[in-house]
């Protein structure tokens, strides 16, 4: 069990039992100890049982961060190539309460728009008292798309009017013990090529700052993590190994990132299932132009840096999912160009590999495509 301090008290961390506790920042000693103490957090408790995880992280309010400074990539660039894919491609929404305030204040009179017509549920239905807002689509593209791919909230009220989620993309917040990790997914972006030859994202703090403070909660990457199913590292040994990675060399990286994680890897036989479960051709991976190679390492680092190992109950099988899914997206892809690896991983992003692997030993598959 280990504590952060946060500003409006401390976090205890049980990575057994996959808890976050928090006391206030005042709790007088004799009150913290008791705290600890009926809450199982005593140097004296007994060991509990390992409750399964599905994720390491945890749901906690940006106020109650143990930092807020914003840490990006060394080296990163983003600009938004404004192709309006994401518009007609990605799931819009759910909007943050502000969002659909700010679209519902905006002066729409004189444009023929209806405001009751701008919001739907997640399944594109009329919005019920108690759903999340969506926003409208006409056909596959969101309302406000307009035919030359520009946003029509941009254009006349400008970017601030846009939901969090649309000035946000492809940039996702990750707090940790040590700063706020501004993540990118850049694999999710039909234009990844150009978009990540834009601005350095280390002149772009100021915005990323401003979105931060917009957000009510965030995930947290608790002080504890779990490397496989029974090793525990700190975050601290975590922020080293990821270091380590990201100064490699291009090439091999998803490999590279199981290998960090699973000391002990044993090949196992599966992919073949995996191919024909998913229906993708029985073919060897393709070859990679130098510059689409270049471009899967920037999706796998985007990946790691991203924390979205995180998502998974361990980093081991995490980075067996991303080495199994790069391997995937190499006999998907029509050739060996950076468009054609861009469209796959764009059109890969909403595949539920984690639940078409859930009964197949996606280590030791892993591990036999890191071995080839
Ligand atoms: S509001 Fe604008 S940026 Fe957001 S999805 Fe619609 S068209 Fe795209």
């Known amino acids: 069990m280990r504590a952060l301090r946060v500003p409006r008290g401390l976090l205890f961390h049980d990575p057994l039992r996959w808890r976050l506790f928090s006391t206030p920042a005042d709790l007088a000693e004799g009150k913290l100890r008791g705290f600890l103490e009926k809450n199982g957090l005593h140097a004296d408790a007994p060991a ?19 930092s807020r400074e914003v840490r990006t990539r060394p080296g990163a660039r983003f600009a938004c190539a404004c192709c309006g894919q994401s518009c007609q491609t990605m799931k819009l929404g759910p909007l943050l309460p502000a969002d659909v305030e700010r679209l519902r204040r905006a002066d729409w009179n004189g444009t023929g728009r209806d405001r009751s017509t701008f919001f739907v549920d997640e399944h594109d239905q009329p919005l019920g008292e108690y759903s999340d807002a969506f926003l409208r689509r006409e056909g596959s593209r969101c309302q406000f798309l307009r035919d030359d791919n520009l946003c029509e909230v941009h254009a006349r009220f400008g970017a601030m009017t846009k939901p969090l989620m649309c000035r946000m993309f492809p940039y996702v917040f990750r707090a940790t013990p040590a700063a706020v990790a501004v993540g990118m997914r850049l694999g999710e972006c039909a234009s990844a090529p150009a978009a990540a030859k834009g601005l350095p994202v280390v002149e772009q703090h100021d915005d990323l700052r401003r979105m931060l403070s917009e957000h009510d909660a965030i995930g947290l990457v608790p002080p504890s993590v779990w490397a496989s199913p029974d090793r525990l590292i ?36 599966g992919l073949d299932d995996l191919v024909a479960k998913i229906g993708l051709p029985n073919r060897p991976p393709r070859k990679l132009d130098p ?33 199994i899914k790069a391997h995937l997206a190499r006999i998907e892809v029509a050739d060996g160009s950076p468009a054609a690896i861009n469209q796959v991983w764009k059109t890969s992003a909403d595949r539920p590999l984690r639940d078409l692997c859930r009964d197949l030993d996606v280590r030791g598959i892993a591990a036999s495509i890191a071995a080839s």
């Open 291 to 323: 510059e689409a190679a270049e471009l899967e390492d920037r999706f796998c680092r985007a990946v790691l840096f991203s924390k979205e190992l995180f998502l998974h109950q361990d980093l081991a099988r995490a980075a067996a999912l991303l080495v």
């Open 234 to 269: 700190t975050w601290e040994e975590y922020e080293r190994i990821e270091s380590d990675l990201l100064a490699r060399p291009v090439g091999g990286f998803a490999a590279a990132v199981f290998r960090a994680f699973e000391t002990a890897p044993s090949p196992k036989p």
């Open 48 to 66: 509990p049982k390992q409750q399964p995880r599905l994720r390491q992280l945890f749901w906690v309010r940006v106020e109650d961060l143990p």
